[in-house]
Structures are given as structure tokens and as C-alpha cells.
């Protein structure tokens, strides 16, 4: 028991002190004589928290921003592959043929997605929400189909035992099934979102959000002040993934396996 | 064991080998090696803005001086400053109110030439919109700037009529505009206004009838433009401080025969590579000369005057956001933006 606490605090302990020690190394400069970079060019930690905590004020509306493209993104985006998914269920002789050809859409990079949206749409929030969700369909359609059809063996079985039609067998079985594949494809989906979210700013004709932040401060010289934008954009990214990830542990407690 | 002794042999094999293609290579090097390589990077892309370098370069001014000279664009990713900085490029081209921003922030820059005299910076607005002054520009205007270092004049001239400093990001055509997405969008007076009122192909053919525009040297708000900057650390070789000096005069040279025939620099700038026609290249450098000037001043002057007053306008409206910063742009004098030791040697020694 005792050895079971242990290596359950080393878990939390080894990797905050390779944190720190990331942190100290960077702080002293190792890193600047190993990549022969400048401390302009790469400023310390310290320095990166004390602009960071001037900025405050600016740097949080920019962030509100920029979660609420990924978040919209994100929950437009998931649920259009659900749909997918979904009509891919009940169509499957070329359900599935459909979903490989939209997987397609995974292989268009954000940088040449985002300037399209800026000429669909003329409002800006609008395209960066557009390319959000377009990064967010194919993960979430793929995974919610799989969770709809990779069913345990025998129940699908049971089910046309009972004499159950299409409904009841979506509704009884699969839809429940799909649950921890469909959280499976948020959590993709968060990290996607967050990248689609701030490369679209870079291109967006609204000069607002972290994504603009850091291009116009990293152009600028102004590293600190970058950085500290760097760090807001991973805050909450993080943030975004410990919620979904909350949900989840919630959503599938009553599961054995 | 056989097969240790067969990878040593191996190895001194190689070792040889490659020490023999260093010396050959080195050796190779050596016989042309006359001229001095020397890399100047650009604010932007190839064109007659910066067709003083493409004429020098084209005449053999920089191999007159024993140079060669290698001309980088810059396609907005990579910023002149950060070329100097890391030692990519030796020279770069940039704005005054960008280098001292940069100067704030620590980096060891400082200009050796001013080449615009004047700003080339406009606001303009369609007839319509009736915005032809800084006083008439309303809180719902939409304004657009590229940003990127590119913004200070325009926030300057906002403040100083009472108005939020936040602008539309415009991206580098004029669609926003020509759409009425921005209402009063930045243009350089030698490239966006060309492309808004001229009817060449690629111009959107407005007439300047059709335009109002607000002129940064009427507002009192101008600062300077393209300049020619080093670092300190570059400098502190006196072989460097001798290239410098050549490539001045070899410069400023090409300026001269640029300016004195605008058609033919824009003739050359086309064969440098190009993204936009020749009749656009041929607006913009007739208008780049006004911008040198070249009548009324020795191409390259350091103004003293007008630096103070750019000095002067980004201490008061550059936001750099980071006390240190701030502290140090705040204490920039003129002795630490620009000196004219070496614009005086290279005028000196014609």
C-alpha cells in the first residue's frame, strides 16, 4: 500500500520537477548556449511572467476571443460529424465510402483553409469559426462512427432477437456505445480546435485574439510580450482539455471497462 | 576482430577522404574570391521601392567596389530586423519608428542613412465617405493598417485627433476597401493608391477624383520611412565599417541614376523578379523619387529635424507594452538611433 502512494506521488513529483528544472535551466540560460540564441531572441522565464502579469488586461480579452472560435468551432464542427456519423449508420453501403471522402477534408492545411473562409464570409468572427469547425468534423465523424457500429459481438444479435427495428437498436445500443468514442473525438477536437483557432487569427482581418497577438508582437521584436501571448494560448488550451477530460471521467464512471 | 580492423580502415579512409575534399573545396573558394559578399535585406518584396539597390547592383556599382552584394526580400515572415539580428543579412531596410521599437527592446541597431525624406504614408477614403483630414475621422471609421511594425503613424495621427488607437488588420491588397470593409485604409502613395486609382490591369481603376486621401505630412504626424540600418556588433569589425562605407557609395550612386531615370530602374527591377506589372512599377518609382527627393537634398541625408520629430511621435504613441521597454524608449536619444560617420565617408570619398 505504502509503495502504491509512493509511486503514485512520484507520478506527480517527476514530472514537476522536470518542469522546474526546464524552467531553471531556460531561466540560466542554458539553452541560450546550447542554441547560441540571445536572451532578446529568447527572454527568460522570469522576465516572460512580469510582462505577462503587466498584460493581464490585454491579453485576457484576447484569449476570451480566441476560446470562443475554438469553443464554437469546436461544438459546430463535432456536432456536423456526428451527423455525419450518423447518416453514415443508417446508410452503410456507402456510409462509409462518404466518410473517407470527407477525411479527405483532414488533409487541407489551416493556412490555406483560413484565407478561403476570409473570402466566404465577410464577417471575421464568422470565417475563423468556419475553419475551426471544418478541422473539427472529420476526427469527431470518424470516431462517433465507429462507436455506432463497433458494437459488442452478439448484442446487435440480441437486439434483432427482440424483433427491435433501427430505432430502438440506435437509440438502446449504439448510441450508448458511442459515448466514450465520441469523447475520444473531443478531445482531438480541443487540441485541433485551439490550432485552427489561433493560425486562422494570423489571417483574420480582425486584429484581435492571441493568434494576432503573437504574429504582431513576434514581427515586431516584441519577444517578451510574445511569449507571454505563447503562454496564454497554452493556458487555455489546457484549460479546454482538463474540462473535457472531467467530463469524460464523469460521463463514463459507470463503466467497467 | 577482422571485421573491427576493416571498420577502422574504413573510418581513416573516410576521415581522409573528407579532409582532402575540405582543403580542395576550400582551395576552390579561394581563386574567385575577390569580391566581398555582403547581404542587404529588404522591408518587402522586389520593387521599386528599393530600386536604388537593384540599379547599383545592375550597373556594377557594388562590383566596382570590390562587393557582392545579394538583395533578400522579405515576404512578411521574416522581418529585416530579425535578418540583421541573426546575422542572415548585414544591412537591412526599415522604418524609423520600427527601429526604434526594436532599439527599446534591446537590440544593438542603428541607421546609417535615411533614404525617403519624406512619409509615403496615406489614409484614403472613397469621395463619398467625405474624409479628406484627420479632424473628420469619426469613432465608427474603420480604419485598416497592415500592422506589423507598419502602424505607428496611423496610431499616432488617431490619438492625436482624440480617437481609439484600434485598427481593421488589412491584408496587402485593397479588396477590403474596394468591398467597404475598411473605410479608411493605409496606402503607400508609390503602391496601394497606385493600385486604387490608376486603370492598369491589376488596379482597381478609381480615378483620383474618386479619393480623398489624408496625407501624414499634412497631419504633422509623418515619421520617417525607409532607412538603412546595421548592428553595433557588426560594426565593431573595421572591415565591416569599410564594406559599409562601399556599399553606401555604390548605393547611393544607384539611387542617383534610379531617380534621375525612373523608367529604366523600373525596366531593372523587372528583371529582379517581380509580383506586379511593369506600368506599376513605373508609377511606383516615379513616385519613390518624389520620396528620396533627390533635388532638394543629398540622396541618403540624415535630417536631424525631421528624426527628432519621429523620434519624438514614437515615444509619444508607440504602446510597447513592457515597462522595460518602455523605460528604455523613453531615453532613446538621437546619438542612439542613426550616426552619419559613414554616410560623410561615403559622400567624402567620391
Redesign the interface.
Known sequence: MASKTFSAAMGVILPVLFGVAIVVLWEHQAFHRLLNV?V??LPLPS?ILS?LL??TG?IIPDAVITLRTAVLGLLIGSSIGFLVAIIATFFPRWGYGGLTVLSAFNAIPVVALSPIMNVWF?SPSVAKTAVVSIVCMVAMSVNAFRGLNDLKPFSLDLMKSYASGMGPVFLKLRLPNSVPYIFTGIRINVASAMIGAIVSEY?????NGLG?GI??KL???????GWAYIIGASAIGILLYMIVVTFEGLATKHRSN | MKGLRNALVAAIALAALIGFAGCSGKAAAKAPAELEPLTIHLKWLPQSQFMGYYVADAKGYYKDEGLKVTITPCDGTIAPEQGVSTKTADIGVTWVPTLLTYQAQGYDFIEVAQIFQKSGLLLISKKAAGIDSGAKIKKTTKVGNWGLGNEYEIKALLQKNGLPTKYTNQDFTMNAFDKGDIDLASAMTYNEYGLVINKYTGALGYGAENVNVIDMNAEGVAMMEDCLFVSKEWLADPKNEAKLVKFLRASLKGWKDACADTNAAADIVMKAGSSISLEHQQFMAAQVKKLVDPDAVPIGTLDEAKLAQTLDLTKKYAELSDSNATAKLQALTLADLYTDKYLKLAIAAK
Not at chain 1, 203 to 207: C, I, L, N, T
Not at chain 1, 219 to 225: C, K, V
Open positions: 540571445k532578446l531572441q522576465r510582462v503587466e498584460n490585454k465577410s489571417f483574420s482581418s480582425a486584429s494576432f504574429r504582431n514581427s515586431t521584436g516584441q519577444f517578451p510580450l
